[in-house]
């Protein structure tokens, strides 16, 4: 038992260490070509939050309204919703983002109001319920989390208007957490997250006055919503997690690290000092890993 136990997670470790390079790669790469990384969502590979999925359901016009598997199926926001969409974004966005979601380029700096055209309705649904939108301080260097300003509905309304000018992905995910595996999404976050959430969850400075917030009392929607899309200086995992690996990890989040009371104990699930182990090797070596890459980019 123990030793199949090694076996598994030495083998998750390993896959680990491979796949921390590139996104490692991708956050460098992000922030220093574009801090909004307001390029439109794409990825070829299959089963990572795109249309390339098991299920794919198209309406009579052959647009694409919701598509995904067991794990994570991702839905458009219904299109009778466009209209109070673009009513909701005039009101509440467009006098930071334009009338036309195409952003603001303040005096050469680019980015200070970013274009939001072609970011998918996952990006922005996570935005404005995470209560990030409409900014609060817009010189703020990172929006936080708050209270939302608009409510579910209305923030499904904005997201079909801004969709509706240039319709792109992902769509907004509903992880199926029942059956997901919570000991995997533990292993997984320890990671691909850890090395700035923290393993406990509770957040972390970054460089530059940044910081990766704690992720306790984060609904399952929008952790999957943050994962495959990468608020601000959050990687983007795509094609290196399929969505049974994010639906893991949300599993992990929403009850281990926000009920760390469980019977199992202390974020792991329970995986006993063996898993921890190698989790603490992997951590080490990927919060080296980035605190090189976010020294060197500094010079
Ligand atoms: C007061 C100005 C202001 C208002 C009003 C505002 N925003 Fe923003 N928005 C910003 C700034 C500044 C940023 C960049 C902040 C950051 O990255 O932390 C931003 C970032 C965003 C992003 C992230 C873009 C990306 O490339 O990842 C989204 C999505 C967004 N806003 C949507 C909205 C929506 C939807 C509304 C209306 C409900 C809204 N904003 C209202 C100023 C504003
Ligand atoms: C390179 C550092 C980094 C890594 C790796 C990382 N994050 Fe993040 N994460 C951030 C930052 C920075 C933010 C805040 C972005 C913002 O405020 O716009 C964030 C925000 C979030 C949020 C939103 C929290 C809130 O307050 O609304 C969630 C949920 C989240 N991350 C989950 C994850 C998960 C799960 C993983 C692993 C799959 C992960 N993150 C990996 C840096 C990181």
Same mark, same amino acid.
Request: charged content about 10%.
């Given at each position: 038992?123990?030793?199949?136990?090694?076996?598994?997670?030495?083998?998750?470790?390993?896959?680990?260490?491979?796949?921390?390079?590139?996104?490692?790669?991708?956050? *460098?790469?992000?922030?220093?070509?574009?801090?909004?990384?307001?390029?439109?969502?794409?990825?070829?590979?299959?089963?990572?939050?795109?249309?390339?999925?098991?299920?794919?359901?198209?309406?009579?016009? *052959?647009?694409?309204?919701?598509?995904?598997?067991?794990?994570?199926?991702?839905?458009?926001?219904?299109?009778?919703?466009?209209?109070?969409?673009?009513?909701?974004?005039?009101?509440?966005?467009?006098?930071?983002?334009?009338?036309?979601?195409? *952003?603001?380029?303040?005096?050469?700096?680019?980015?200070?109001?970013?274009?939001?055209?072609?970011?998918?309705?996952?990006?922005?649904?996570?935005?404005?319920?995470?209560?990030?939108?409409? !900014?609060?301080?817009?010189?703020?260097?990172?929006?936080?989390?708050?209270?939302?300003?608009?409510?579910?509905?209305?923030?499904?309304?904005?997201?079909?208007?801004?969709?509706?000018?240039?319709?792109?992905?992902?769509?907004?995910?509903?992880?199926?957490?029942?059956?997901?595996?919570?000991?995997?999404?533990?292993?997984?976050?320890?990671?691909?997250?850890?090395?700035?959430?923290?393993?406990?969850?509770?957040?972390?400075?970054?460089?530059?006055?940044?910081?990766?917030?704690?992720?306790?009392?984060?609904?399952?929607?929008?952790?999957?919503?943050?994962?495959?899309?990468?608020? !601000?200086?959050?990687?983007?995992?795509?094609?290196?997690?399929?969505?049974?690996?994010?639906?893991?990890?949300?599993?992990?989040?929403?009850?281990?690290?926000?009920?760390?009371?469980?019977?199992?104990?202390?974020?792991? *699930?329970?995986?006993?000092?063996?898993?921890?182990?190698?989790?603490?090797?992997?951590?080490?070596?990927?919060?080296?890993?980035?605190?090189?890459?976010?020294?060197?980019?500094?010079?």
């Amino acid at each position: 038992m123990a030793s199949a136990l090694v076996k598994r997670i030495s083998a998750v470790t390993l896959v680990g260490f491979v796949a921390l390079g590139p996104v490692l790669l991708f956050a *460098g790469g992000a922030t220093a070509a574009y801090k909004y990384k307001s390029t439109p969502y794409q990825t070829t590979r299959k089963n990572a939050g795109t249309p390339n999925s098991d299920v794919v359901k198209k309406d009579a016009n *052959g647009v694409v309204i919701s598509y995904g598997n067991t794990a994570i199926m991702y839905n458009a926001p219904s299109s009778s919703l466009i209209q109070l969409g673009q009513a909701l974004f005039l009101q509440n966005c467009a006098s930071c983002h334009g009338n036309e979601a195409t *952003g603001v380029p303040a005096n050469g700096t680019g980015g200070a109001y970013p274009n939001l055209v072609g970011l998918g309705p996952a990006t922005i649904d996570f935005w404005i319920e995470s209560g990030r939108m409409p !900014a609060a301080n817009p010189r703020t260097i990172e929006a936080t989390r708050r209270v939302p300003r608009l409510s579910h509905g209305q923030a499904l309304a904005v997201s079909a208007w801004v969709d509706s000018l240039s319709p792109s992905y992902p769509s907004i995910p509903t992880p199926n957490l029942g059956i997901a595996n919570v000991s995997d999404g533990a292993a997984l976050f320890a990671l691909n997250c850890a090395a700035c959430h923290t393993i406990e969850g509770d957040g972390d400075a970054l460089a530059n006055g940044t910081f990766a917030p704690s992720l306790r009392h984060i609904p399952a929607v929008q952790v999957a919503e943050a994962i495959r899309t990468g608020p !601000a200086n959050m990687p983007r995992f795509t094609g290196n997690l399929s969505d049974y690996q994010v639906n893991d990890i949300v599993k992990y989040v929403t009850t281990e690290i926000q009920h760390p009371n469980n019977p199992g104990g202390f974020g792991l *699930g329970g995986l006993g000092p063996v898993a921890e182990g190698f989790v603490g090797l992997a951590l080490g070596v990927g919060v080296l890993a980035l605190v090189g890459f976010w020294v060197g980019e500094r010079h």
